[in-house]
Nanobody
Framework: QVQLVESGGGLVQSGDSLRLSCAASGGTFSNYAMGWFRQAPGKEREFVAGINWSGGATDYADFVKGRFIITRDNARKMVHLQMNGLKPEDTAIYYC????????????????WGQGTQVTVSS
């Protein structure tokens, strides 16, 4: 049973940066693709960024391209989300997720979730 624990959220101002981290335990971390999702109040959860098992392939939602970077450290069983140029509309709970295999085709391929970390961006 995998456990995912996010950290690094907080309250920042527009234009600031934050680095989210997700620590995984249980299972073989490097066997699985990983991702970050977010959910803003009153909205559905949405995909933010994903990374394959090796870190060699990443993709991003259009609204974060050029601002956010997802990376992973298989030795430390960690995945990170570097968020730059934060905007008020980035305010949400951010969730770390593990895919069901070493790649993913879409959000439905993610089956394990962390509890989330709050990111609030003030204008």
């Amino acid at each position: 049973q995998v456990q995912l624990v996010e950290s690094g959220g907080g309250l920042v101002q527009s234009g600031d940066s934050l680095r989210l981290s997700c620590a995984a335990s249980g299972g073989t971390f490097s066997n699985y693709a990983m991702g970050w999702f977010r959910q803003a109040p009153g909205k559905e959860r949405e995909f933010v960024a994903g990374i394959n098992w090796s870190g060699g392939a990443t993709d991003y939602a259009d609204f974060v391209k050029g601002r956010f970077i997802i990376t992973r450290d298989n030795a430390r069983k960690m995945v990170h989300l570097q968020m730059n140029g934060l905007k008020p509309e980035d305010t949400a709970i951010y969730y770390c997720a593990r895919a069901n295999r070493n790649y993913y085709l879409g959000p439905r391929d993610f089956g394990s979730w962390g509890q989330g970390t709050q990111v609030t961006v003030s204008s």
